[in-house]
């Protein structure tokens, strides 16, 4: 069974047994978890089997899920580095990273490594005790950034319910209760529960779920004197993204953010970051606020963090969670054993000497070449955005149809607002595997382009 090989056998009982079938070397931890249950005989067995009898079926589609994602008709069987592969073995070159999560790849052996070898000895304990790998992970992230506290989460959506709390908590207790507002920025995506997207205040995301979180105040990305003018008697903090990542990798002036500290310091406010989408060296620092110059009194991370494991963190100064006390917030998963092995690897790698430094120079030759093609394909293209591995294409024609045509190609990315491509490869991404992407962006390019030649032509006629 630990060989890498699993399979199903009735017993006279209608129950299941392990007997062996192949199974891909990371399979087998998931493999045990998902398939080693008790199964009744006939029904519930067939229709395990007729789930996974074509690939159409695992598209999910017309399942027992709800309909919230509109899902391509693709799925993948195992991934390498940054390649994905399908069951009939066909390699998509994905520079999506599962939405800017996968920081190191697919199945980096040192991540698959320490996730096999917690798995084998404690998986979950709760919060009610100590847990080692939360103080290793806990004192590394506060060695590397402004921070002096850390609580871990399962998402970057809590990580920012944790932010949130935190910085009306510091208020609180000063005895300034009435300061609970928060400014954000229009445009803006910090995640789907209820308070995430009133802070967002994306109308799409907050139609038809009740009245809107009360507690933020909206203003123009980018605009330090509306911001100035929201703040009032009852403002705690002001939240933003030092890059716009959702919102279509909006890039603001370095000024920005330094302008946004002032008017923290000036106005006895919290500065939070949300840097789970730019956080974990994806720009070419540990976090992407450093460009800027500044420190933050509050920060949110994951995605990248976990390399591809659900886990999250809210990152904040000794003083900015001086409210946090005992009872005051809690998780049940948050910081498990699992999560914790697998964020001290990522943290291996992406704080190894020099790691940061190639990511930033790969983002530029990255860029580079994509400004190239954009010179080519004048009448596709009207922008290229972003630092580091963070990088958009913002299109003239419709962003889908570049990226079905990158998919023609064989190659991932992900859309964004603004009618932008995102290209999120992972930050392990080679020289040799850049050049492939360019040359697969260069042919989409071409197809959209003759395209939309050949139909104002029909159009002509």
């Known amino acids: ?45 067939r229709s395990m089997l007729e789930d996974t009898k074509t690939p159409e079926n695992v598209t999910m589609s017309g399942s027992a899920l709800y309909n919230t994602f509109a899902r391509l008709p693709l799925a993948f069987e195992r991934g390498e580095g940054c390649w ?146 929201a703040v009032g008697p009852d403002t705690a903090a002001i939240l933003v993204e030092p890059i716009q990542g959702e919102g279509g990798i909006r890039v603001p002036p370095g ?22 989408q730019t956080g974990i060296g994806r720009t070419g620092k540990f976090l992407a606020h ?34 946090m006390v005992p009872g005051v917030h809690g998780t049940t998963f948050g910081g498990n054993p699992l999560a914790m092995a697998v964020g001290n690897a990522v943290l291996d790698v992406v704080l190894e000497d020099g790691f940061l430094e190639e990511v930033a120079r790969k983002g530029l030759l990255l860029k580079q070449g994509l400004a190239a093609i954009a010179d080519e394909f004048p009448g596709v293209i009207e922008e290229i955005r972003g630092t580091g591995l963070l990088l958009g294409i913002r299109c003239k024609i419709a962003n889908t149809k570049l990226l079905d045509a990158m998919r023609a190609e064989k190659m991932l990315g992900a859309p964004a607002g603004d009618n932008v491509v995102r290209l ?23 197809t959209v382009a003759e395209a939309d030649a050949a139909a104002e032509e029909r159009a002509q006629a």
């Open 290 to 323: 450093e460009w800027s110059g500044i420190n933050p009194d509050i920060a949110a991370v994951a995605k990248g963090i976990g390399g591809g494991f659900p886990m999250g963190a809210c990152l904040a100064t000794e003083e900015a969670a001086s409210g």
């Open 84 to 229: 994905l592969m399908t069951a009939d073995g066909t390699r998509y070159l994905d520079f999506a990273s599962g939405i800017a999560v996968n920081s190191l790849g697919h199945a980096h052996p040192h991540l698959v490594a320490a996730l096999t070898n917690q798995a084998s000895t404690l998986w979950h304990v709760s919060n009610l005790y100590e847990i080692p790998g939360q103080n290793r992970l806990g004192e590394r992230l506060v060695e590397a950034t402004f921070a002096d506290k850390v609580f871990f989460t399962n998402s970057g959506a809590e990580a920012l319910e944790c932010a949130i709390k935190t910085a009306r908590r510091y208020h609180y207790v000063r005895g300034e209760e009435n300061r609970i507002r928060i400014i954000t920025f229009e445009g803006a995506f910090h995640g789907r529960t209820l308070a995430t997207i009133a802070a967002g205040g994306q109308k799409k995301y907050l139609e038809g779920f009740g009245p809107k979180v009360e507690g933020f105040d909206q203003v123009p990305y980018g605009d330090l004197e509306a911001a100035e003018k």
């Open 1 to 45: 069974m630990l060989g890498g090989t699993l399979a199903f056998a009735l017993t006279s009982h209608g129950k299941t047994m392990i007997k062996g079938a192949a199974l891909p070397p990371f399979g087998r931890l998931f493999g045990l978890i998902g398939r080693v249950m008790p199964l009744n005989s006939g029904t519930c067995l």
């Open 424 to 446: 999120l490869p992972p930050l392990i991404v080679s020289e040799g595997e850049i050049k492939e992407a360019l040359e697969r962006v260069r042919r989409a390019m071409r």
């Open 255 to 276: 000024s920005f953010l330094r302008g946004l500290r002032e008017l923290c310091d000036r106005h006895g406010l919290l500065l939070i970051v949300d840097e789970v």
